[in-house]
């Protein structure tokens, strides 16, 4: 293969995707090679043959849901010690050991707030080794060995960003993605993605179209709010939809007509050019990673290979010398303190281990009892509310059985109008170890009682307070809210 050729490979629903593509200009990739074929069919000699020569130059994609992303609020620390911080994180947030997840991370400029604290944000992509090995195994075994390996909502992003270099919309942008293999958003801004989130398909298989657009539009607004709720309130600038020509027009068609964010579509087969054949959209997310994988990124998850500066000749020859150095020194070296401090460092070495595991025990422990206080708590909260209205006393404690362990209630108030109808006010707090997770579950929260079918909402949720660690005083961010419902009866429904 000739140079300036990006490759990638993509298994996923029991179908193997390649794809090979040449760079003919700064935003333009002709299409060299480009198939679809079963899991497990042997991939073409030349592609094998490209990727062995050129291995930086290829990506191989895995699912979006075997990896995930954060921006890590962290005090001010360099090398090791950053390091360190942020693969303690990534263990603390997902409850699991040190180490035993891949993280390809880099540290975000500092805003004036953050240098005046002494913090600093990072952010992290990360996914479980054993899963990354379990890719690894997959590629081996059709006789690859890539470069890089991303999920496809990184390369949505990182081709976005690569393409639109001097035309970023302004604040925050919402990429939507829509294929036959998966459906998904991307929200990020000008530094670095800030969440993603799996989109529904289309169940009716084409029957029931109208609804599926409408289910979409309500997701993608959902995920407009959550974003406004975490650090200085961002709120989305533009909505980009890209994938199936049959969707994106419509969709954003329908954007157009119920949201407020301006709506567009980005055309990602103008990028791509395959001689007189048309290139389907769901190649699209191979031939971008392709792409990428002729320019930098500061992402992989694939650990970074070591390479020899020395020949075969050299290497052995070393070898050698250094056998013969370490048998002469071995009486001096037995006798010495040198092999005591490798004793005692290795001994000390495992005892931090054994106390990280302990310590996450614990602190499993310790959230497992204050969940079971916070719903004895919550139910007598909310038996209070309804000693003196027995009739709503099911009511509330469906309501309280509906909220996430990190929802508390502050207040609820039960009020009467002129036609007589029961309002609900709703005031309570999220919180949990990130701003993410606070989010999720406010959100979670919301959509359950938009379900409820003894709830009717009449204003849309007001946001009273978010603190996301903004002082540096707290590692656990909160989200304050209000919500208003009312209370749907047969009475309500006949008038």
Same mark, same amino acid.
């Given at each position: 293969?000739?140079?300036?050729?990006?490759?990638?490979?993509?298994?996923?629903?029991?179908?193997?995707?390649?794809? /090979?593509?040449?760079?003919?200009?700064?935003?333009?990739?002709?299409?060299?090679?480009?198939?679809?074929?079963?899991?497990?069919?042997?991939?073409?000699?030349?592609?094998?043959?490209?990727?062995?020569?050129?291995?930086?130059?290829?990506?191989?994609?895995?699912?979006?849901?075997?990896?995930?992303?954060?921006?890590?609020?962290?005090?001010?620390?360099?090398?090791?010690?950053?390091?360190?911080?942020?693969?303690?994180?990534?263990?603390?947030?997902?409850?699991?050991?040190?180490?035993?997840?891949? /993280?390809?991370?880099?540290?975000?400029?500092?805003?004036?707030?953050?240098?005046?604290?002494?913090?600093?944000?990072?952010?992290?992509?990360?996914?479980?080794?054993?899963e990354i090995d379990g890719q690894l195994a997959g590629a081996s075994a059709q006789a690859t060995h890539p470069g890089r390996m991303l999920p496809p909502f990184m390369i949505l992003d990182?081709?976005?960003?690569?393409?639109?270099?001097?035309?970023?919309?302004?604040?925050t942008w919402n990429l939507v993605y829509l294929g036959r293999h998966e459906n998904f958003l991307v929200v990020g801004r000008q530094d670095c993605p800030l969440l993603t989130r799996a989109?529904?398909?289309?169940?009716?298989?084409?029957?029931?179209?109208?609804?599926?657009?409408?289910?979409?539009?309500?997701?993608?607004?959902?995920?407009?709010?959550?974003?406004?709720?975490?650090?200085?309130?961002?709120?989305?600038?533009?909505?980009?939809?890209?994938?199936?020509?049959?969707?994106?027009?419509?969709?954003?068609?329908?954007?157009?007509?119920?949201?407020?964010?301006?709506?567009?579509?980005?055309?990602?087969?103008?990028?791509?050019?395959?001689?007189?054949?048309?290139?389907?959209?769901?190649?699209?997310?191979?031939?971008?990673?392709?792409?990428?994988?002729?320019?930098?990124?500061?992402?992989?998850?694939?650990?970074?290979?070591?390479?020899?500066?020395?020949?075969?000749?050299?290497?052995?020859?070393?070898? /050698?010398?250094?056998?013969?150095?370490?048998?002469?020194?071995?009486?001096?070296?037995? /006798?010495?303190?040198?092999?005591?401090?490798?004793?005692?460092?290795?001994?000390?070495?495992?005892?931090?281990?054994?106390?990280?595991?302990?310590?996450?025990?614990?602190?499993?422990?310790?959230?497992?009892?204050?969940?079971?206080?916070?719903?004895?708590?919550?139910?007598?909260?909310?038996?209070?509310?309804?000693?003196?209205?027995?009739?709503?006393?099911?009511?509330?404690?469906?309501?309280?059985?509906?909220a996430p362990p990190e929802v508390r209630f502050r207040d609820l108030q039960i009020t009467e109008d002129d036609l007589g109808k029961t309002r609900l006010l709703l005031m309570g707090e999220?919180?949990?170890?990130?701003?993410?997770?606070?989010?999720?579950?406010?959100?979670?929260?919301?959509?359950?009682?938009?379900?409820?079918?003894?709830?009717?909402?009449?204003?849309?949720?007001?946001?009273?307070?978010?603190?996301?660690?903004?002082?540096?005083?707290?590692?656990?961010?909160?989200?304050?809210?209000?919500?208003?419902?009312?209370?749907?009866?047969?009475?309500?429904?006949?008038?």
């Amino acid at each position: 293969m000739k140079k300036g050729t990006g490759f990638s490979i993509r298994v996923d629903q029991s179908e193997q995707t390649h794809a /090979v593509v040449r760079k003919t200009g700064p935003q333009n990739w002709d299409i060299v090679d480009l198939g679809t074929a079963r899991e497990g069919t042997p991939l073409p000699r030349a592609f094998v043959q490209g990727v062995s020569q050129n291995p930086q130059a290829s990506t191989w994609l895995i699912p979006n849901d075997l990896a995930q992303v954060g921006v890590l609020p962290l005090p001010q620390l360099k090398g090791k010690e950053l390091t360190r911080a942020v693969l303690g994180w990534v263990a603390r947030e997902e409850k699991a050991a040190v180490g035993s997840f891949a /993280v390809s991370w880099h540290t975000l400029p500092r805003s004036e707030m953050a240098k005046k604290y002494d913090r600093q944000q990072v952010f992290a992509l990360y996914a479980e080794h054993k899963e990354i090995d379990g890719q690894l195994a997959g590629a081996s075994a059709q006789a690859t060995h890539p470069g890089r390996m991303l999920p496809p909502f990184m390369i949505l992003d990182q081709f976005f960003r690569h393409t639109h270099p001097e035309g970023f919309p302004d604040g925050t942008w919402n990429l939507v993605y829509l294929g036959r293999h998966e459906n998904f958003l991307v929200v990020g801004r000008q530094d670095c993605p800030l969440l993603t989130r799996a989109l529904p398909f289309d169940l009716s298989e084409g029957h029931e179209s109208d609804q599926y657009l409408d289910q979409l539009v309500t997701e993608i607004d959902r995920s407009r709010f959550y974003v406004r709720q975490t650090e200085n309130s961002p709120e989305v600038a533009k909505i980009i939809v890209a994938g199936d020509p049959q969707l994106t027009g419509r969709l954003v068609a329908n954007l157009k007509d119920r949201s407020e964010t301006p709506a567009e579509i980005w055309d990602l087969g103008s990028y791509f050019s395959w001689g007189e054949r048309e290139v389907s959209s769901e190649s699209f997310i191979p031939l971008m990673a392709a792409a990428l994988s002729l320019e930098p990124t500061p992402y992989n998850l694939l650990p970074e290979p070591k390479r020899s500066l020395l020949g075969p000749r050299a290497r052995h020859r070393l070898l /050698v010398a250094t056998g013969s150095a370490a048998v002469a020194l071995l009486p001096v070296i037995l /006798v010495g303190s040198t092999l005591t401090a490798k004793v005692q460092e290795g001994y000390l070495r495992k005892a931090r281990e054994r106390l990280d595991v302990a310590r996450l025990d614990a602190q499993d422990a310790a959230e497992a009892y204050k969940k079971q206080r916070l719903q004895l708590t919550r139910q007598d909260y909310l038996t209070s509310f309804a000693a003196s209205r027995p009739d709503l006393e099911a009511v509330l404690l469906e309501i309280g059985a509906m909220a996430p362990p990190e929802v508390r209630f502050r207040d609820l108030q039960i009020t009467e109008d002129d036609l007589g109808k029961t309002r609900l006010l709703l005031m309570g707090e999220s919180g949990a170890p990130t701003s993410g997770k606070a989010q999720s579950a406010f959100i979670a929260f919301q959509k359950a009682l938009d379900q409820a079918p003894f709830l009717e909402t009449y204003m849309e949720p007001v946001r009273l307070e978010i603190d996301n660690d903004a002082h540096g005083t707290s590692d656990r961010p909160h989200t304050i809210f209000q919500l208003k419902y009312i209370l749907v009866t047969d009475q309500n429904r006949e008038s």
